[in-house]
Nanobody
Framework: QVQLVESGGGLAQPGGSLRLSCAAS????????MGWYRQAPGKERELVAA???????TYADSVKGRFTISRDNAANTVYLQMNSLKPDDTAVYYC???????????????WGEGTLVTVSS
């Protein structure tokens, strides 16, 4: 059983910062790409940032220069540092990871339950 548990969401003022964390636990042999998605009310879920095991990163245009994704492979954890937050960043943020549970299994994508980020004055 694999779990992804997010933390770090909450309320921030415009221009402020938050740091999200997502820790994977359970039966884990290897973790490939990890990422953060978000879904605002009435909108589709969208990719915010992703990072490969080798730490190659990808960002949505809307967050480039403001958000930084990183990971700790030893701790099976991915982070999202969010700076210069805007009201448009308000959304539920979901962690995603491609995880291979055992050497004999096929990898699959897992999702966290989400953490709410609200940017408001």
């Amino acid at each position: 059983q694999v779990q992804l548990v997010e933390s770090g969401g909450g309320l921030a003022q415009p221009g402020g910062s938050l740091r999200l964390s997502c820790a994977a636990s359970g039966s884990i042999f290897s973790i490939g790409a990890m990422g953060w998605y978000r879904q605002a009310p009435g909108k589709e879920r969208e990719l915010v940032a992703a990072i490969t095991r080798g730490r190659t990163t990808t960002y949505a245009d809307s967050v480039k220069g403001r958000f930084t994704i990183s990971r700790d492979n030893a701790a099976n954890t991915v982070y999202l540092q969010m700076n210069s937050l805007k009201p448009d960043d308000t959304a539920v943020y979901y962690c995603n990871a491609f995880i291979i549970a055992t050497p004999m299994s096929v990898g699959m994508a897992y999702w966290g339950e989400g953490t709410l980020v609200t940017v408001s004055s």
